[in-house]
């Protein structure tokens, strides 16, 4: 199948950084990308989709200031956590997909955020 | 909105059949699909059905479709201590570019 590859796995930073994380297509062209939030033992909520070379559409309550997402190309999104706070500790993973994959996503591993 | 619903825990024992339920509300669903979250790991794609079949079988895993009482099923054949985790029920139309919406998840524990 597809391949998503998602960096970092995992992340501790202070309060007040910012943190960038990548999910990159390595295998196909991803036309939309998603990028969920995961809180422990919940499922998955989505906060943005994003479509290349467009703004990201933002889910009701995610700010769009706060979470900057960025899907320059064709095989790569990135996500950016700015001026991270403990609140916004979770783990966020990606999704990708594209012309030919019958609507499938396609996930990346994830990535730990834990603001200190 | 939309809304996928499963039932939180299964345990079972190894070598057993695993059936996880799944329910939706989306008429419009066309895809529907299964992923297995291992702990502290991202989602792997298991199988995935399209809402004009019944059925889908892959080799342990049979996928039933209901679409008259929007309700979806997984059945783990010969279940292994291996196949413990989080098994997500995800459902999407048919428009090309929506996110999936998620069920809250059903933690399969499996016991030797």
């Known amino acids: 199948g597809a391949v998503v590859s998602q960096h970092p796995s995992w992340v501790i930073c202070k309060s007040g950084t910012s943190v960038k994380i990548e999910c990159r297509s390595l295998?196909?062209?991803?036309?939309?990308m998603f990028w969920y939030r995961q809180f422990p033992k919940q499922s998955l909520m989505l906060m943005a989709t994003?479509?290349?070379?467009?703004?990201?559409?933002?889910e009701q309550g995610v700010e769009k200031d706060k979470f900057l997402i960025n899907h320059a190309s064709l095989t790569l999104s990135t996500l950016t956590v700015t001026s991270a706070h403990p609140e916004d500790s979770s783990f966020y993973i990606c999704?990708?997909?594209?012309?030919?994959?019958?609507?499938?996503?396609?996930f990346g591993a994830g990535t730990r955020l834990s603001v200190l | 909105g939309e809304d996928v619903e499963q039932s939180l825990f299964l345990s079972v024992r190894e070598g057993d059949s695993s059936v996880i339920n799944c329910t939706y509300t989306?008429?419009?669903?066309?895809?529907l699909y299964w992923y297995k979250q291992e702990p502290g790991a991202g989602l792997q794609l298991l199988t995935y059905?399209?809402?004009?079949?019944d059925m889908k079988q892959d080799q342990r895993l049979t996928v039933l479709l209901n679409k008259k009482d929007k309700h979806l099923s997984l059945r783990i054949a010969d279940t292994q201590t291996g196949d413990s985790a989080i098994y997500f029920c995800?459902?999407?139309?048919?428009?090309?570019?929506?996110?999936?919406?998620f069920g809250s998840g059903t933690r399969l524990q499996v016991q030797p």
């Open positions: 999704s990708a997909s594209g012309r030919g994959l019958q609507n499938i996503q396609y």
């Open positions: 295998d196909f062209q991803a036309t939309t």
């Open positions: 994003s479509n290349e070379g467009s703004k990201a559409t933002y």
């Open positions: 989306d008429s419009s669903s066309t895809y």
């Open positions: 059905i399209f809402s004009n079949m």
């Open positions: 995800a459902e999407t139309a048919d428009t090309g570019r929506r996110a999936l919406t």
